[in-house]
């Protein structure tokens, strides 16, 4: 059944001027997205372990162990790209003491979150993924979980990244993707009744919810990550699906 709705998108370009389900300019885009988790900062990480029913704390546990994997040997800070309330950056500087590791992100209320947990022991970045004010191939790896989406420019961030990392170093990017077939039906019964309810009920603002369940909805493929990562000057090395395939890894190493 139809639910007239905008199709699951192709390409990373074709968010440019979405918010959900909504056509938009590009700057409201990213005025909305940054309102929105500045307002929901305070109350994201419980937020983040009701909807999964903690599952997303397994999935990240697998992205720290192969961003410290693709660091090994190599020098130079990690970037925590879309880093949040710090949870990634915490974790990987816990295993690595003495490793600049750097949170970078657009929202200033979801930094401040950051700096309490981390305080002086991680490094933040207040800007745009699109624009980081970092030299040429000076990152040893990014981590990016579940902030591609959104982005004002998605592929530009992909490119950004593919700009700031060192010769070798690898992007490890864990994105909602489309999941299989058999469970789709059950997710999205979830995705759109529970989600929602739970951003009223605990965030107090069901809109950012709708828009964030939209935007997993929207969001290319996996496969069609991986073509846009090939396009900004990665070479895929690794996937992994999680959940019969609502999120998925992908490790990239620049070319």
Known sequence: ????????????????????????????RKREVNDLFDRIAPRYDLMNDLMSFGTHRMWKAVTVREALRQLD??????????????????????REPT???IVADASAGMLEQARQRGGDGLNYLH?????????????????????????????????????IL??????????????????????????????PALGALVARDKGAYTYLVDSIRRFPAAGDITRELEGAGFHVTRTRPFMFGVAMLHVAEVT
Not at 4 to 27: I, N, S
Not at 131 to 151: S, V
Request: glycine share 12%; proline share 6%.
């Open 1 to 28: 059944m139809s639910t007239g709705k905008p199709a699951r998108a192709a390409r990373l370009d074709e968010l440019r001027e979405t918010f959900g389900d909504r056509q938009v300019a590009e700057g409201e």
């Open 73 to 94: 040997g190599k020098t130079g800070p990690l970037v925590d790209l879309a880093g949040g309330t710090g949870d990634l950056a915490l974790a990987i500087k816990e």
């Open 99 to 101: 490793r600049q590791v």
């Open 127 to 163: 800007a745009d993924a699109e624009a980081l004010p970092l030299e040429d191939g000076t990152a040893a790896a990014i981590t990016l979980a579940f902030g591609l989406r959104n982005m004002t420019d998605p592929a530009g961030a992909l490119r950004e990244c593919a700009r």
């Open 166 to 195: 060192a010769p070798g170093g690898s992007l490890v990017l864990l994105e909602f993707s489309r999941p299989a077939a058999w469970f789709a039906p059950f997710y999205g019964l979830h995705s759109r009744w529970v989600i």
